[in-house]
């Protein structure tokens, strides 16, 4: 059994096709990468994933249950969080209060602030962002809002993390850090992964398997070494082979 299935998946808004017929899966423990140019459909999938649009046609499990069309905080509550390309903060918050946000109505819906507290500080500090936590949220940097949007994910104490562009607009250095905290995640925190990104060497260094969609459907799926290679993929999205 698959850990997240999609089976026959399509999103069309009034004549627009966003996504077209995509099955895919992702096995628990894996990191997989999914690709493709600006308006893919690759958001349009996460946002079907995690709830906020009930496909068209079409369906999601998760652990084997049908969640397709359930609310996002239902999604989230099964073990699924997600991270957004436009970070989404609460602004006027602080960066501690942001992350125990996650641990009081996420998977496990802590009852005491307390608890809460010390759950997000140790998050805070995995994710680099110790000693930031009683600023407001508005007054970070870019790579430490990235930061944040991880944090206050990793809170809902997923089962399935969702990464949508997470290194996008980062340095070589701030990347390298980001993709070390990706690979902590999975390996100390269990956690299965199905990323967005277009930083294809970040891909490459972090996913064992690799999905391309181009215009709404699946073009290919493989090992990056095999997707990059792909004759499909190379004249649709990467321009030359990488690998």
């Not at 627009?16 to 096995?27: C, E, H, K, L, P």
């Not at 999601?60 to 999604?75: A, C, L, M, N, S």
């Not at 944090?151 to 996008?168: F, G, I, M, S, T």
């Not at 992964?193 to 490459?204: C, G, Q, T, Y």
Request: charged content about 20%; overall charge neutral.
């Amino acid at each position: 059994m698959s850990f997240l299935e999609i089976t026959g998946v399509s999103q069309w808004f009034g004549g627009v096709t966003a996504v077209q017929g995509v099955n895919f899966s992702v096995g628990k423990g894996e990191i997989v990468g999914l690709i493709g140019s600006n308006g893919a459909g690759k958001t349009t999938l996460f946002n079907i994933i995690g709830g906020y649009y009930r496909p068209s046609e079409g369906t999601v499990r998760f652990k084997g249950e049908d969640i397709t069309g359930k609310k996002p905080y239902q999604v989230c509550r099964k073990g699924i969080a997600r991270t957004f390309q436009v970070v989404r903060p609460m602004r006027n918050m602080t960066v501690l209060r942001n992350v125990m946000v996650g641990h009081l109505f996420g998977k496990d819906c802590m009852k005491a602030e307390s608890q809460a507290e010390r759950e997000a500080s140790r998050i805070l500090e995995f994710v680099g962002l110790a000693g930031k936590g009683d600023l407001l949220a508005r007054e970070l940097t870019l790579v430490d809002h990235k930061r944040l949007e991880v944090a206050r994910a990793l809170a809902c104490n997923p089962e399935l993390l969702l990464l949508d562009e997470v290194l996008a607009g980062l340095t070589l250095t701030e990347m390298a850090v980001a993709m070390d905290i990706v690979r902590e995640a999975h390996q100390k925190m269990g956690l299965s992964i199905l990323m967005v990104e277009h930083v294809m060497a970040a891909v490459i260094g972090l996913c064992s398997r690799v999905i391309v969609l181009h215009y709404g459907q699946k073009i290919a799926e493989g090992t990056p070494k095999e997707v990059t290679e792909n004759p499909d993929v190379i004249e649709a999205y990467l321009g030359e082979s990488l690998v």
